[in-house]
């Protein structure tokens, strides 16, 4: 086999894994809205939504080895890093309403 075509065929594998995290950020999005399927989910004060939920996934993902979990759980905890380092605090359930929490 050619060195090129091995070339193109790792690079065309490394795709299923930016797709996955970028489901998981759909379905952090899908999940996380007003009246959405898991609205009334606990959430950890210092990781708010997506931090927990990410953290989810990725458990549920070593537990099960699934990496399509894994990869979910890229997504959600790479927006839950944005919305850390963008407003110094992950946002969260606040007892009472929508709110931040878990600011450092």
């Excluded at 549920?60 to 990869?71: L, M, P």
């Amino acid at each position: 086999m050619r060195k090129g075509a091995r070339h193109v065929r790792h690079h065309a594998g490394a795709g299923k894994y930016r797709m996955g995290a970028i489901l998981g950020g759909a379905a952090l999005g899908f999940i996380d809205k007003p009246g959405g399927p898991l609205a009334a989910v606990p959430t950890l004060p210092f990781l708010g939504r997506a931090g927990t939920l990410g953290l989810a996934a990725w458990a549920i993902g070593k537990w099960t080895k699934s990496t399509a979990f894994d990869h979910a759980a890229t997504g959600m905890l790479a927006i839950a890093a944005y919305e850390l380092m963008r407003d110094g605090s992950i946002s969260g359930y606040v007892a009472g309403g929508e709110g931040v929490m878990g600011g450092f």
